[in-house]
């Protein structure tokens, strides 16, 4: 009984799932324009999928499109403990000093190697068949100002100044150079 279910079970999987075989979209095309891409997806979107898309899990599982998870890149790239963000597996990277600390450097070539370094990471990282890793979008830097150092994430910020932090969030912005997604949180 429990072989004869199974295979009905496996049956009516794959029917249900037989569109999805053999669908090459336009926009899976790495030789195509990139803006050619993000058309042809979004006219195969329906209003539903591009607002889900607009949270946490950017997937259209009907269109095979595979989301991408978030890491957190406050210090260095998060793949481990403490946090939770590793599970149970913790992955080596880089621990950088926080982002407070950091700019209150002004030392941009510093910063610039640090996005480089975290972006090489995180790529490599989601890339990798030994770690298997999700999140091309990292969580950091922290847009808001630190003006009150009560403040839970006053080390995520660059400082008080919000000339100082538009200068810093600019530079580390442009960190992914097509590599990763960036995220200042509360930027947006």
């Known amino acids: 009984m429990k072989i004869k279910s199974a295979i009905l079970f496996l049956f009516f999987y794959l029917l249900g799932n037989l569109h999805l075989i053999g669908q090459n979209y336009p926009f899976n095309n790495p030789n195509l324009d990139t803006e050619k891409r993000i058309d042809t997806l979004l006219s195969l ?16 599982p009907r269109l095979s499109v595979k989301g991408t998870g978030h890491v957190e890149g406050l ?14 597996n913790p992955v080596p990277t880089t621990t950088f000093p926080q982002s407070i600390g950091m700019g209150q ?7 610039r190697l640090l996005g480089e370094t975290e972006a090489y990471e995180v790529r490599s990282h989601v890339q990798s068949t030994k770690y298997q890793r999700g999140g091309l979008v990292v969580r950091a830097p922290n847009a808001d100002l630190g003006r009150d150092p009560r403040w839970g994430r006053t080390e995520e910020c660059y400082g008080e100044d919000p000339f100082f932090n538009g200068k810093w969030l600019l530079l580390l912005s442009g960190r992914s150079r097509g590599i990763i997604q960036n995220t200042g949180k509360q930027l947006l």
């Open 45 to 60: 979107m329906t209003l539903d999928e591009k607002i889900v898309c607009l949270s946490t899990n950017p997937s259209v």
């Open 75 to 88: 210090h260095g790239l998060a793949m481990g403990e403490p946090g939770g963000w590793g599970k149970n």
């Open 105 to 111: 450097t002004w030392d941009t070539t510093s910063m």
